[in-house]
C-alpha cells in the first residue's frame, strides 16, 4: 500500500468508528464501499473479510468505552449476540443464491422502513438511564425494571436470531438492525440499545472475518490502519451520543437521517446494476 492509501484506510476508520460510536451501526455499510473506492483495494472479497475484522475490532473498542459511561446492559447483549451467531450462519448460506445488487437492493428497502419506524418512534415519558461518573447507570423512577420475564427472554433471543440471520443473509454487520431490533425486544432507551448493540455487531463481524481469515482474504495493513483510525473516531463518537442522549428525540433524528441517506444511496447505485 502506498503512503496515500495507508492515509485513506486511517480515514476511513475513522469515520466508520465515529459512526459505530455514535450511532451503534453503519460499520460494514460504510467501511466496504470505503476501502473498495477511497482506499482503492482491488479484491472485493478482501476488502469484505478486511472491513468486517476491522469493523468488528473497532465495535468491541467503542463498546468498552459505552460500558465505561454506563450505555450497555450485557444480559440482554449476550442473549442477544447468541442465537445471532447461529442466524448469522444460516443467513450467509442463504444469502450466497441472490445477486449481490440485489441483496443490497432489498436491504435499502429495509433501512428505509427501520429508518421511519425509528423517527416517528413515540415514548412517552422517554424512559431513561442516567449515567454516572463511576459508570454506573441510575434507574429513574418509570425506567425498566432489571428482571427479566420469560416473554422478554423469548423476544429478545428470538430477535437476536432473526437479525443475526439477516445480517448474515445480506453480509454485514448489521447494526442499523441491532439496534431498533433490542430496542423493541427489550423496551431499553436508544442510548443503551446503541452502546448494547455493539457487542452483537463485534460478534456478528469477527464471526465473518473467521472465515475470510482462513481463505486469506484479510489485508492486515489496511486492517492495523483501519483499526487505528476508529478507535479515535470511536472515542469522539461515544462522547457525541452521550450529549446528545440528554436531549429529547435529538439522537433518534440522527440515526434516522442517517439511514435515510445511505438507504438512498444503495438503492441509487444498486437499482442502476438492477437495470430499474
Excluded: C
Excluded at 460499520?27 to 477511497?38: E, K, M
Excluded at 438492525?177 to 423493541?184: D, T
Excluded at 452521550?242 to 438503492?267: D, E, H, I, T
Amino acid at each position: 500500500m502506498s503512503i496515500m492509501q495507508s492515509l485513506l484506510a486511517v480515514t476511513s476508520g475513522g469515520i466508520v468508528g465515529l459512526s459505530l460510536g455514535l450511532l451503534g451501526g453503519g460499520g460494514s455499510i460504510l467501511a466496504v464501499p470505503l476501502l473498495l473506492y477511497l482506499v482503492k483495494l482491488k479484491d472485493p472479497h478482501v476488502v469484505i473479510g478486511t472491513s468486517a475484522l476491522a469493523v468488528s475490532v473497532n465495535a468491541y473498542v467503542n463498546l468498552v468505552a459505552h460500558a465505561r459511561t454506563g450505555h450497555v446492559r450485557w444480559r440482554p447483549a449476550v442473549l442477544f449476540a447468541l442465537p445471532g451467531v447461529a442466524g448469522a450462519a444460516i443467513g450467509s448460506i442463504v444469502g450466497k443464491s441472490l445477486h449481490g445488487s440485489t441483496l443490497l437492493f432489498l436491504f435499502a428497502l429495509l433501512m428505509l422502513i427501520i429508518a421511519g419506524m425509528m423517527a416517528f418512534r413515540i415514548k412517552s415519558p422517554e424512559k431513561a438511564r442516567v449515567p454516572q461518573p463511576e459508570g454506573q447507570a441510575v434507574l429513574m423512577e418509570n425506567a425498566p425494571p432489571q428482571n427479566m420475564t420469560t416473554w422478554s427472554l423469548i423476544k429478545i433471543l428470538t430477535a437476536g436470531f432473526l437479525v443475526g440471520a439477516l445480517s448474515g443473509f445480506f453480509g454485514i454487520g448489521g447494526g442499523f438492525l441491532i439496534v431498533p431490533a433490542l430496542i423493541l425486544s427489550t423496551n431499553m432507551t436508544l442510548i443503551e440499545a446503541i452502546g448494547t448493540s455493539l457487542f452483537a455487531v463485534g460478534t456478528f463481524g469477527l464471526t465473518t472475518a473467521v472465515t475470510y481469515s482462513l481463505a486469506g482474504l484479510i489485508n492486515w495493513l489496511a486492517f492495523l490502519e483501519f483499526v487505528a483510525g476508529g478507535a479515535l473516531g470511536g472515542f469522539v463518537g461515544v462522547r457525541i451520543a452521550g450529549r446528545l442522549s440528554r436531549q429529547r428525540k435529538a439522537l433518534n433524528y440522527v440515526f434516522s437521517g442517517v439511514l435515510l441517506v445511505v438507504a438512498l444511496y444503495m438503492l441509487y447505485r444498486n437499482a442502476m446494476a438492477l437495470h430499474l
